[in-house]
């Protein structure tokens, strides 16, 4: 391929790498004296509508990530023969994928560079944005005061958490890739991203790729290729690459934390910590209290929130980031309490779908159903009896500045399994919310949830048909 003297303002200097959709080239920012690396799309791709919208979401995730651990978004144009181009700070030293030619890492090199990725993936996950692609060739160095630091780039594949279910094409890396990314129709969430970082330390450490899995095989462990890594350092690898997503760490930044903690056990968690996950940690407290919070927080293990969606946009929940792993968003019908039927927006968020259906199953999740039914004086909803459940007694909350209250049944078959029903009416929306809740175990995030809750002001209620399966209320046995 001949090397284009410019694009746009650019000087163009040499090409820097090439795949499937796109060739990256080294230019020179002669007004600002600086070099960047542009990103220009593959002329047998430009013309399809799916690939430039993708091409042009990275450019808007890459932008909304505005952190020092993610390359940095500095332009968008296009070629005048119509191919989109992205311009991006120029990482001058070279790729991870790079440094693994030359052999593995050492031990505390591994840790350093993992911990920084982890880092970098926890600023994606805060902002909503699932990676699905992290790789070698997809982490950078550069240098910044002195010291180098390393980067994530290319969200050529990235998805937003919220629509991070039902995937119809597999996309990602054989080797780096999360079990469930490889099967089609499987819901990701954060700890697919975590799997990947596992994967890509192992590979610093063996200096091997790790093998293709289909979930079946044992966790990776570096020290079968490698004798002598540190079990603390083969047990963090092993956690992470379980085929099982809830065996894994809950998030990238309790893996940060934890490699932080192998390089250097005597510093305090708090200096270890990015400037985001600080401020994190600190709104996840005034979440836990009770207090009203709007965007996304995934925040240190234990105590992380993800921020889902449904396809209409107007229906949004935060919860705890081990319930998110399954989203089902095709809406609900209002005759499951006693309704005018029909199909109105809602969703369902769970760890596990396939048991959500069962009211005796410990799985804990959220369904959220927005119904202009709900605020007729016509007839009330009639909300599930929880009969293998004691009830308590209920009590009032305010939830978007309306008042409702909480109907709450709890050692559901003599378990730690509680169900709280509301339903309340938002002022001057003409429609009314029905939110279920289910949780396994004795703490009550009830307040925590509904304060978290987000319904759209200009939200359409009215029947449609669904395009996908509808989600379901659970009804105990009467």
């Known amino acids: 391929m001949p090397i284009p003297e410019k694009i746009g303002r650019y000087r163009i200097l040499q090409r820097v790498g090439s795949g499937a959709f796109a060739t990256v080239w080294l230019g020179a920012d002669d007004t600002l004296d600086a070099l960047v690396a542009i990103k220009v799309l593959a002329d047998n791709w430009a013309h399809h509508p799916d690939i430039r919208a993708r091409f042009l979401q990275e450019a ?105 279910s039902g995937f119809t094409v597999v996309a990602g890396t054989p080797g780096y890739m999360s079990p469930e990314q490889a099967r089609l129709g499987s819901a990701l969430d954060v700890r697919s991203d975590v799997y990947a970082i596992g994967a890509v330390l192992y590979h610093m450490l063996t200096g091997q790729v790790p093998p293709p899995r289909d979930g079946k095989e044992q966790p990776l462990r570096p020290s079968r290729i ?38 250097d056990p005597e510093a305090p968690s708090t200096r270890r910590r990015s400037r985001r996950a600080r401020v994190a940690a600190v709104a996840a407290v005034a979440v836990l209290a009770g207090a009203a919070t709007g965007g996304v927080l995934l925040v240190r293990a234990h105590t992380g929130t993800v921020r889902v969606t449904d396809k209409s946009g107007g229906v949004s ?33 769970s760890s596990d779908l396939s048991a959500w259906a069962d009211p005796h199953r410990a799985v804990p999740g959220v369904f959220v159903g927005v119904s202009r039914a709900l605020a007729a004086d016509t007839a009330a909803p009639a909300l599930p009896e929880h009969t293998s459940c004691s009830r308590v007694a209920d009590r009032t909350v305010t939830v978007d500045g309306a008042t409702a209250q ?18 309340f009416v938002p002022a001057q929306r003409g429609f009314g919310v029905y939110v279920q809740i289910r949780q396994t175990n004795d703490q009550d995030r009830t307040d925590t949830i509904l304060d978290g809750l987000r319904i759209g002001s200009a939200l359409t209620v009215q029947a449609a048909g669904a395009t996908r399966q509808p989600a379901r209320v659970m009804t105990s046995p009467r």
């Open 60 to 164: 808007r995730m890459m932008r909304r990530a505005d952190s020092p651990r993610i390359v940095r978004m500095l332009d968008i144009d296009e070629l005048p023969d119509g191919r989109p181009y992205l311009v991006m700070a120029y990482a001058a030293g070279g790729t991870l994928a790079d440094r693994l030619d030359e052999g593995p890492l050492t031990v505390e090199q591994a840790l350093a560079v993992g911990a920084q990725i982890a880092e970098a993936v926890a600023e994606l996950h805060h902002i909503g944005v699932l990676h699905r692609d992290l790789k070698p060739s997809n982490v950078l160095f550069d240098e910044a005061g002195g010291e180098e630091r390393v980067l994530v780039t290319d969200l050529g594949l990235a998805k937003a958490l919220a629509h991070a």
């Open 226 to 263: 490698r004798p002598g890594i540190p079990s603390a350092v083969d047990d963090l690898v092993t956690r992470a690459t379980q085929a099982d997503p809830a065996r894994r760490w809950p998030s990238a930044t309790a893996v940060a934390e934890a490699l932080h903690r192998l390089a």
């Open 317 to 349: 929940v935060a919860v705890p980031a081990a319930w998110a792993s399954q989203l089902r968003d095709g809406g609900w019908d209002p005759a499951t309490l006693g309704l005018p039927a029909g199909h109105a927006p809602g969703l369902v968020v």
């Open 406 to 423: 909480v109907h709450r049944w709890v050692r559901c078959d003599g378990s730690a399994t509680a169900f709280d029903e509301i339903v």
